[in-house]
Nanobody, 115 residues
Framework: QVQLVESEGGLVQPGGSLRLSCAAS????????MGWYRQAPGKQRELVAT???????NYANAVKGRFTISRDNAKNTITLQMNSLKPEDTAVYYC?????????WGQGTQVTVSS
């Protein structure tokens, strides 16, 4: 059973930065795509950023230019660097990995942007 373990989120002031990381329990698996999604209270889960095994990235318009996703294929980890954070970035962030069309999810980590 594949497990995705996320780093802790936290509380950050508007304009601040935060880095999230996610590690897969099985480092030898070559996931087709890994990424991050988020869900704010009362809203549906939405894509934040994804990165394929071929290094193709996809970002939500709301985070373009502020967030950067990167991947360490050897360790099967991904990192989401979040800069210029806004209150509307407040959400539970979920790590996601896809292997042969099967999706796996982390447990989620809370990110709160507030002064």
């Amino acid at each position: 059973q594949v497990q995705l373990v996320e780093s802790e989120g936290g509380l950050v002031q508007p304009g601040g930065s935060l880095r999230l990381s996610c590690a897969a329990s099985e480092s030898r698996l070559n996931f087709d795509r890994m990424g991050w999604y988020r869900q704010a209270p009362g809203k549906q889960r939405e894509l934040v950023a994804t990165l394929t095994s071929g290094e193709t990235t996809n970002y939500a318009n709301a985070v373009k230019g502020r967030f950067t996703i990167s991947r360490d294929n050897a360790k099967n980890t991904i990192t989401l660097q979040m800069n210029s954070l806004k209150p509307e970035d407040t959400a539970v962030y979920y790590c996601n990995a896809v292997l042969y069309i099967v999706p796996y999810w982390g447990q989620g980590t809370q990110v709160t942007v507030s002064s």
